[in-house]
């Protein structure tokens, strides 16, 4: 069993409609990352949690520590929104950071 | 700032060959990494470094070396380039090593490489 998993593994949606991408982990964790993977390849960060509850724009991050799970939603989903999301929790005391496989979203006009 | 940079973006190497992945920041960050992406997994850790002279095996090393001789940079060497070295890699750096939660990660842009 993976220590990062990821649900769904594919996503479609209409524009408009409000998205949730969940991420679940085994191990006790010091921090937890979304990250956004555009279809030409490049990744960036779209949020650092430790604890609570993050927004940006469209976007809203949650983290329950005491769960192990966090939730990325976008609300009034955009075709551009289409990516791969990618959740990665960093373990305590440890220097590397343990990576989900991605949810694949594509979002139609 | 031109943030994480990494060359080249695309290579094909024969098996056997060795060839240098480039990966710069010019954020005065002190943690750089290497990862590759494989289809169906996630990004899996080569090697990583905490600060410039300090190098450390990730969970995928064998078939790399690195080094970390300055702040800026942390090239990724393959030794022998094997077919299942065929994959995507990517260089990324924070400011802190992770024992600071607080960090955004930066990525460069992705290096494709092609073994045949």
């Known amino acids: 069993k993976n220590e990062v998993e990821q649900s769904p593994q594919n996503l479609t949606a209409q524009e408009g409609e409000f998205i949730t991408i969940n991420c679940s982990y085994s191990v006790g964790i010091s921090a937890l990352h979304w990250l956004q993977q555009h279809p030409g390849g490049g990744i960036v960060s779209l949020f650092m949690?430790?604890?609570g509850k993050k927004k940006h724009g469209r976007l809203i991050a949650t983290i329950n520590i005491q769960e192990k799970h966090s939730s990325l939603h976008i609300t009034a989903s955009h075709p551009r929104d289409s990516a791969v999301y990618i959740c990665?929790?960093?373990?305590?005391?440890?220097?590397?950071?343990?990576f989900g496989t991605g949810t694949r979203l594509q979002v139609f006009p | 700032n031109a943030g994480v940079t990494q060359t080249p973006k695309f290579q094909v190497l024969k098996t056997g060959q060795s060839m240098t992945l480039q990966c710069a920041q010019d954020?005065?960050?002190?943690?750089m990494s290497w990862y590759r992406q494989d289809p169906g997994m996630g990004l899996r850790l080569i090697h990583y470094s905490v600060g410039a002279g300090i190098t450390d095996q990730g969970e995928v090393p064998n078939g790399y070396n690195v080094s970390r001789s300055t702040t800026e940079d942390f090239p990724l060497r393959l030794l022998s380039a094997a077919p299942s070295q065929t994959s995507v890699y990517f260089c990324?750096?924070?400011?802190?090593?992770?024992?600071?939660?607080?960090?955004?990660?930066?990525f460069g842009e992705g290096s494709w490489l092609t073994v045949v």
């Open positions: 949690l430790s604890s």
């Open positions: 954020m005065n960050h002190e943690y």
């Open positions: 990324a750096s924070s400011r802190f090593s992770g024992l600071y939660s607080g960090n955004t990660i930066y």
């Open positions: 990665a929790v960093l373990p305590y005391n440890t220097d590397k950071l343990i």
